[in-house]
């Protein structure tokens, strides 16, 4: 729970502009190089930091132990009416349904490219193990195994993962 008195308060409404794009609430203050606003709050030499957004949260809707979830994608905006609580789960979900994720080139870890995921299908296609698959293009037989089973790249080739849950 964050602990704030009614200076606080105010003094975190006044670094908040209300004219905002698409109706967030823009946050102010905190460095440029946090993509999400930060508030100190309490006695000099004892505050404590925290994201702006929960701040904004706590006040309209009272504590939480979930996290704060934009919805309107913007991190900067602390507008009540934009934020809800959630698990990890569900603001990756969330990301999903926007289509928000990183993926194909985009993916800061990408190994293949979109070609070579529709060469991995072929060849399996055709057949081929994922060894072969993995020898012939010089890739790992893990990144092969994945595509082909559907843990990665499943967007571009249609396949989907096959869980337990899924076996019942």
């Not at 925290?50 to 996290?67: C, D, E, F, M, W």
């Amino acid at each position: 729970m964050i602990k704030l008195t009614q200076a606080d308060i105010q003094r975190f409404w006044s670094f908040v502009d209300r004219k905002g794009l698409a109706d967030c609430w823009l946050w102010q203050g905190g460095g440029p190089r946090n993509p999400y606003g930060n508030f100190s709050a309490g006695p000099r030499g004892l505050s404590k930091t925290y994201l702006a957004h929960r701040v904004s949260y706590q006040l309209a809707y009272g504590p939480t132990n979930l996290q704060v979830c934009h919805a309107c994608d913007n991190p900067r905006c602390v507008n009540p009416l934009h934020l809800f609580a959630g698990t990890q789960s569900d603001n990756r979900q969330d990301c999903k349904r926007k289509n928000r994720t990183a993926r194909g080139r985009q993916h800061g870890k990408v190994v293949l490219t979109e070609h070579e995921v529709r060469q991995i299908v072929d060849l399996d296609n055709k057949g081929h193990t994922s060894g072969e698959i993995a020898r012939e293009l010089r890739r790992k037989p893990t990144t092969i195994y994945n595509v082909i089973k559907g843990l990665s790249w499943s967007w571009l080739t249609g396949r989907q993962q096959v869980t337990p849950e899924m076996m019942k």
